[in-house]
């Protein structure tokens, strides 16, 4: 440095900070987006004919096809009757929660704020909402999260089997911050411990709880122990439930592409087996056996496996093998002198497949959309009022606090009009398609 240079006086002024302020600019960017086809298709499903009133909605379905006529010399056929079975469901309560701090309101409002606080946890308050819409679309009435897979300490284990199904991920349904409860199978048979998740890891699935003392108040987490959420974390709150059997009927219950189920909407699969969806292992999964499996499906049903009827949804990754499987088949066209590849779709005897990164991991399932209800008691989910305001003052603190509601449930009438191929084997990673930061 020249002899009597002001560089250094510069750099000294640029270096004063206690005159300096931070400008925030605009919104908070939501870099987490969940779009699910199936979800979108279960919020637009309307409730047909049917509603819920009462303790439970009864319905009735033929599950036989008629008899009785037949050729005679002129002596007329006794009367066949066929009597209509008869089931039920009834509406589930989903919830979700919000507070503010009236101070924290106030300072995190306004000019120099990225957003107003209150829009803030709105905002949030609504994409948790949207990931429960995903989970509860895919999954089953027993609200099962996923399984221990291994057992580390009081307060870290890994976790398998998202919705009960093997090799799905549950980690797309679990943040940091969620609340959870398991299941002990081999000691009490009840929920044991609850507690929040402090931090994951994507790639190992390993989850760490925040604290111990309530995770495992008692008995220890076990290997294949069943994992839900729950509304706090202290099974001792009296306001402590877990999801456990609460949840509204997804596709696996509807489907339930584990055959997990003996009996649905009170009908026993056993004693009436068209209730029963054409569930069937796959062997090759290719185009070959997709259409193969629709043929079949229309058998079983009685009538044809159509683009107008029908909507077809799978995992990324299964999309991506039966790309593969497609690719011998098409023909490449002169253009020109340009090149081109890829694929933004997959398309197989007319019927396009839907992908959901949300979805079982090894299942492909063919769905009958006339059969396909989603029943609301009281209307779409809002904010409940009815004390004049959508807040309530907390008790004994300067704050407020707000829930959502909805009362619902999904239905299908005509369970053996679906169908699944189960089991997949794919010659892609089907990691990769998890929509988490596992890389």
Known sequence: ????????????????????????????????????????????????????????????????????????????????????????????????????????????????????????????????????????????????????????????????????????????????????????????????????????????RQITMADGATWEPGDALAANDLIYFATTGNISTDYFTAERGLAPNGLGTIVDPAAASSSVFSIAEGTYQRWKPFRKASSTFDHLEVAEHWLQLAAKRGFGVTPDTDVCVTFPACVAQLARSLFGFQQQAYTGGQLKGGYTGITINGISILEDHFFYHNVFMTLNKESLYRINLGGDADYWGEDGSMWSRLADYDGKEAYVVDYLNCFCNNRGANGALTGISVDVTSADYDPTPNY
Not at 140 to 152: H, Q, V
Not at 158 to 163: E, F, V
Not at 176 to 188: P, Q
Request: aromatic content about 8%.
């Open 1 to 204: 440095m020249a002899l009597g240079s002001q560089a250094s006086k510069v750099e000294g002024i640029g270096n004063l900070t206690g005159l300096m302020r931070d400008i925030f600019i605009g919104r908070v960017v939501n870099n987490v987006r969940r779009e699910s086809p199936v979800s979108m298709m279960f919020s637009e499903a309307g409730p047909g004919e049917y509603r819920l009133e009462g303790t439970a909605m009864k319905f009735a379905v033929d599950l036989r096809f008629k008899t009785g006529a037949m050729a005679t010399d002129g002596n007329l056929p006794d009367h066949t009757g066929m009597d209509a079975q008869e089931g039920s469901i009834t509406p589930v309560r989903r919830y979700a929660r919000i507070a503010l701090d009236n101070l924290v309101e106030k300072r995190a409002s306004g000019e120099g704020a990225y957003d107003n606080l209150s829009d803030r946890i709105f905002d949030q308050l609504w994409d948790s909402w949207k990931s429960m819409e995903i989970r509860h679309s895919i999954g089953a009435s027993n609200g099962l999260l996923g399984k221990c897979d291994t057992y580390t300490s009081s307060t870290v284990f890994t976790i398998k089997d998202a919705y009960g199904n093997t090799a799905s991920n549950p980690l797309v349904n679990i943040s940091e911050g969620s609340i959870l409860a398991w299941w002990d199978l081999s000691a009490t048979a009840a929920i044991d411990g609850a507690g929040v998740v402090s931090s994951l890891n994507y790639s190992t």
